[in-house]
């Protein structure tokens, strides 16, 4: 059975950092791109940052591209999402997810999700 659990979400005045991890079980997590995406209230999910099977590459939105930084462990089954310089519009909930496609936006092409973490940026 494959998990995905995220941990890390919270609440932060705008500048501030968060960390996000998602722990992996159940899957080889060195085959898997991994990646983060995110949904505020009344939008749609919407892709954060991916990073490919070894590490080697990764990819962002231009929307994150310069504050966020995506980071994996494969000896510890574990992705990381570095925030920096949160911004008001960066409040949402945070999905892990793995997939096959390497630079894939959309949602319906990842094959398992976490559950979520919220994180909330004030101004």
């Known amino acids: 059975q494959v998990q995905l659990v995220e941990s890390g979400g919270g609440s932060v005045q705008a500048g501030g950092s968060l960390r996000l991890s998602c722990a992996a079980s159940g899957l080889t997590f060195s085959s898997y791109v991994m990646a983060w995406f995110r949904q505020a209230p009344g939008k749609e999910r919407e892709f954060v940052a991916a990073?490919?099977?070894?590490?080697?590459?990764?990819y962002y939105a231009d929307s994150v591209n310069g504050r966020f930084t995506i980071s994996r462990d494969n000896t510890k089954n574990t992705v990381y999402l570095q925030m920096n310089s949160l911004k008001p519009e960066d409040a949402a909930v945070y999905y892990c997810?793995?997939?096959?496609?390497?630079?894939?936006?959309?949602?319906?092409?990842?094959?398992?999700w976490g559950q979520g973490t919220q994180v909330s940026v004030s101004s």
């Open positions: 990073i490919s099977w070894n590490g080697g590459s990764t």
């Open positions: 997810a793995a997939g096959s496609r390497w630079k894939a936006h959309q949602p319906r092409l990842y094959d398992y």
